[in-house]
């Protein structure tokens, strides 16, 4: 496998998650409750995981949510966004490995799941259990932002060739 390439298309889908990272930026929160978000950047992390295997997608997204947090938060955005990712894409790495389920179900899991990784930090961080019931608000945000980033994810799974990323071969 050429390294140069590898480099190249980890760029590319950094770069990529950080142009929808500004973006989801610049689109105010839905119904006016915190936390709501599309969850743009996760078209990049479920084409990753579909495309170019598990581990690049654990360190695309690592590495997108350090330099997201660097850029446009801060340490708290980092501690929740970090949460929130890692225990997505442990789920969704888990429902892809397990078979049979179709990248909307697991862009899906990986909604409501971040939304559970966030709200257990905030337990954490808050030191109480209060805000628990905000997970139902963000449970439905999780699956309909889900389903939206899994139709466009599955298309681009679908569509895009596997040559394009590293050879097409999977770690």
């Given at each position: 496998m050429n390294s140069t390439k590898k480099i190249a298309a980890y760029?590319?889908?950094?770069?990529?998650?950080?142009v929808f990272s500004y973006v989801e930026s610049q689109i105010p929160a839905f119904f006016a409750?915190?936390?709501m978000k599309l969850g743009l950047t996760n078209i990049v992390v479920l084409t990753a995981?579909?495309?170019?295997?598990?581990?690049?997608?654990?360190?695309?997204n690592i590495l997108r949510i350090a330099l997201v947090s660097i850029m446009f938060g801060?340490?708290?955005?980092?501690?929740?966004s970090l949460a929130g990712g890692m225990l997505s894409t442990i789920v969704m790495?888990?429902?892809k490995n397990i078979g049979g389920?179709?990248?909307?179900t697991v862009s899906i899991a990986g909604g409501i799941s971040h939304n559970v990784g966030q709200i257990i930090v905030a337990v954490i961080v808050m030191n109480t259990t209060g805000v628990g019931w905000y997970l139902c608000v963000l449970w439905f945000s999780g699956m309909i932002s889900?389903?939206?980033?899994?139709?466009?994810?599955?298309?681009?799974?679908?569509?895009?060739?596997?040559?394009?990323?590293?050879?097409?071969k999977k770690q």
């Open positions: 760029g590319i889908m950094i770069a990529l998650a950080l409750f915190p936390g995981l579909y495309k170019m295997g598990n581990v690049t997608a654990v360190v695309i801060g340490p708290s955005a980092f501690l929740y790495i888990l429902l389920f179709r990248p909307i889900g389903l939206l980033i899994g139709i466009m994810g599955n298309e681009l799974v679908r569509r895009l060739p596997d040559s394009i990323f590293i050879g097409g």
